[in-house]
Structures are given as C-alpha cells and as structure tokens.
C-alpha cells in the first residue's frame, strides 16, 4: 500500500513540473510573438523549404514555431491576393518534401493571386523537382549565376530492396499472404526480385505521373512537352547548368538575390515572411460553414500515441463529434491523404462517416494518395473529387506474419508446447506454422477482400461482378480512376468545397478547419494522463505481467491491412 502511494506521489510531483516548464516555455513564445507591419507595396516572401505537410495538426508553441502546413501556405496566399498592401510574391522553393497534389493546391492559390492583377516571381538557387514544379506557376523565374547553382530535375523512380535471400540465410521467413494479385506490399519479404503483376502496376503508374507532371510544367513555362521530354530522357549531366536553364526556356534571367532585390524593387522592409503575416482584415465567419477535416495518415488503432499523422476511429470520433456539434457546418470535405492500414480500424471509420452522410453532404478531396484503406474510407462519399496528381485505388488485402522457426534452430532453441484445443497455442513465431493456422489465415484474407468490394461497389453505384477487374490491388492515376468511375472528378480542395456547398444547397458560406491545432503541452499531457500508465500505478508483479501477455496477443494477432 505504502509503495502505491509513494508510486502516487512521485507521478504527480513530476506531473506539476512538467506543468511549470511548459506553462514558462508557452508564456515566453507568446511574448516574443511581434506583430508584423504591412507597408504598402510589400512583397510576400514565401521561402520555402523541407517538409510541407498537408496539414499542420501543431499549434505554435516554443518548441513548435512558425510551422506552417500546405494548408497554412495556401490560406496566407489567398489572403494576400486580396490585401491591398501586398502587390507580388517571391518564391524561394528549396529542397522541398511535399507531395505533388499538396504543391497543386498551393499552385491553385498563387494562380489566383495572379488572377487578381498580381506577379509571382521564383527565385532559385539549387533546385529539385518538386522546387521547379512550383517554381512554374510563377510569372519570372530567376535563378543563381554561380557555377556552383543549378537545377536537378529527375523524374520519377520507385526503389524497393528484396531481402528474401538475407532473411534465408539467418533463418527467418516472412509468410506474406494476399488477395488481389497486384497487391504488391510486402512482397520484397518472401521474394527476390518484383513480381511481373507489380512490375506492371508500378511501370504504368509512374509513366503516367510523369508525363502529368511534364505536361503542368510545360503549360507554365509555355515549352512544348516534346522539348522538356528531351531534357528529362538525354542530356548529357545530372545538373542542368544556368546558361542551359536559359536556352531551355527553364529559368528567365541569371541574379544573385541581392541583384534580384534591385532588379525588382525590393527593399527589407517591404519584404515579408508568410509565417508572419496576418491581414488585419480577418476573414469573417458566417452563419453558415463548410467543414474542412483533414484525414492524414497511416490508418491505425489508437494506442496512447501522440495521434500526430496518424488516423483511428477514436481520433475520427473526436473531430466528427466537434463537427456535429457546431451548428453552423452544413456540409464536410474529408480532405483524405491515406495510404491505408488496419482494414477493421477502415471499417470502422467508414461506418463513422456513413453516420456523418445521414445528417450532412460528405465530399472526399483525395489528396497526395487515398490508396487501399485510404480508399475505402472514401468509397462513400456523397462526391469524390481527386487531385490530378492524385494515387489511388489498391483495392485488396495483404497480412505478413513472420516465422523465426530456422533461426530457433541455428541458435538450438527447443520449443514445447502442451495444449488442449486446435487453435490453442496457433502461432508460435519459433515454430514451422500450422497449416490449418495458414488456412484460416487466407480465409480471413479473401473474407476482408470481398467486403473491400462490396463496400467499393455499394458506394460507387458498380454491379459486384465488374468489380474484381477493377480491384487486385491496382493503384490508379486520377485519370485511369475517373474512367473506371473510383472518382467523380478531377479538381483541387477549392472543387470539392464548392461542391458541398452546391449538395447542401447554400451559396454564401465561410470554410473551417478540423481537427483542431493542438500544443505540444496538451499533447503530452494528454499521453501523461493514458489511462494504461495510471492504471499500472500500484499494481501487482501478477496483473503487470498479465497485462503484457495479453498485449502480446494483441500484437502478434495478423490482422490484414489494406
């Protein structure tokens, strides 16, 4: 008694000085916060570089500052094009990780601040893809003189290593188990090369992206696409030097940035960071809203993590509660970009959103991919719009479960096992599996496929017998997927908002943001107060190791994923 007590008292003297320090660290963030002056004829800075995420779920903190998601970049767009104060934008795109349809969105929002009479200017330095594809949008792209400046565009590649053959050697086998022959995750466990099905899924589903993202550049830059096929396919060196940018038709003009600030007028002043900008004329709210949620993630049971990039039903649950509860919102966008996961936690969620669908229009964006799990989530959906650059589809089922059976061997382990039941004891990862355990296995496999089709067929209005051509795991393109009816459209967020409003029958509306941004402190607080941790508070050596066997069985349970 006396040790849970003191086990008491220390959680909650530790809790109270995790508190102070992070009440200290929020309260001096907040009193460095400066408010930034707009002068007239500012230019926004948008310098960007690494990750983008499509949307940032931290909120500004001491220990999270000014970072800002897709979603985040394109709102500040899209409040400058209309702020009389800002007349240009200069990009400084560098290294950026970000998906292709999160750079389409913010592309969306700097073609609408050009629409209202305004310039977009791109400065580069040393540039990847990514950075050159939005580096196009702009009106000018002006691009370092130094030798050591330069332009890396690539193209598309998907690298997958084979360790069959490693893991044979140390005596481990990875049974992988599918339904869908084009299925591919996981093969690279129990296989040493690619499979001619994904060799085909892969080959034509990076072809396709390719000329895609060729076709978008070559309409910015006005080059015909045969001319930049020739630069991507046959120049003779991985970096495109300045005086080759400028024949090509890639880059404008040859500045330092310096020399870009006089050449353009500039002045530091007049040159503001997007992190810091606010137009002080916010955005009014109206009567009525179109709720934006943002479904971003690996799609997972919650287990006391932070729920940052990932998606469970009870992290849907909490955002969907807070949209029904806000009588404002008529209609819901699920912004999702998902390449799926757990098929029960899929399941689960779509039942969810079908509960949503009962009370208001429910519009998909798919965003950078809405693949397998992903999809099902979608499937749905009251309307389906995919972003051009979208991946989607996958519409099977793979479990792996991995055996240690050779390497117990080479290492003289001997397992016994005395039991009473058939399935008792069904998976010793030290033992050859049981057939009828494998059995079972692909039963469950093929039981989840067939409903993965029955909900994709249901929610697409697809008789059931056209569906297997269309399932096997596939991963589509957005245009292969409009064909084969999987979406109802091609278009941005902005598409997909209008559409809502149009089911809902409004016309005048305002959009908001789910989920809600939150702290680092609330998060951690949130996982200092898991009730397992508390729970184990006091206990005894017996229920501790209970608690654990059983989250062992849990774990090594193979539950399919899609």
Known sequence: MKKKWFGLGCLTSFIIVILVIFLLFNSLSKLGKQKVEVAAGSTLHLRLQGQIMEYNELAETAFAKNVSGGHEIVSKIRTAATDDKINSILLEPSYIAAGYATCNEIIAALDYFQKNGKKVYAYLENAIDTDYYLAAAADHIYMNPSASAGLVLTGFSSNINYYKNLLDKIGVEMKVIHAGQYKGTYENYNRNSMSAAL???LTELISNRYQVTLQNIAENRQIAVTKLNELYENRDYLFINQQQ????????????????????????????DYRQYQNSKQKQSSDQQIAVVYLNGNIMPAAGSFGINSLS????????DEVENNSK????VLRINSPGGSALEANLMLNRIKELQKKMPVVVSM???????????SASADFIVADKSSITGSIGVVGMI???SGLSQKLEINPEVIKKGKFAGFYNPLMEFDPDFIKSMEKSMNDVYIEFKQIVAEGRNIPFTEMESRAQGRVYTAAKALELNLVDEIGNLQTAVEKSADLAGIKSYSTVNYPRKKSMTELVFNNIFDKKLVASIGQSKLEKE??????????IKAEPIQ
């Open 199 to 201: 060799r085909e899924n």
């Open 245 to 272: 940018a400028i024949d090509s038709g890639l880059v404008d003009q040859l500045y330092s940035l310096p020399e870009l600030y006089d050449h353009l007028n500039i002045t530091e002043k007049r040159l503001i």
């Open 313 to 320: 039903l009870a992290k849907l649950d909490e955002i969907l």
């Open 329 to 332: 919102v008529k209609a819901v």
């Open 367 to 377: 965003a950078n991919v809405a693949a397998s799990g992903g999809y099902e989530i």
């Open 402 to 404: 991995p055996n240690f």
């Open 546 to 555: 209970l608690s654990r066997s059983i989250e062992f069985y849990e774990a």
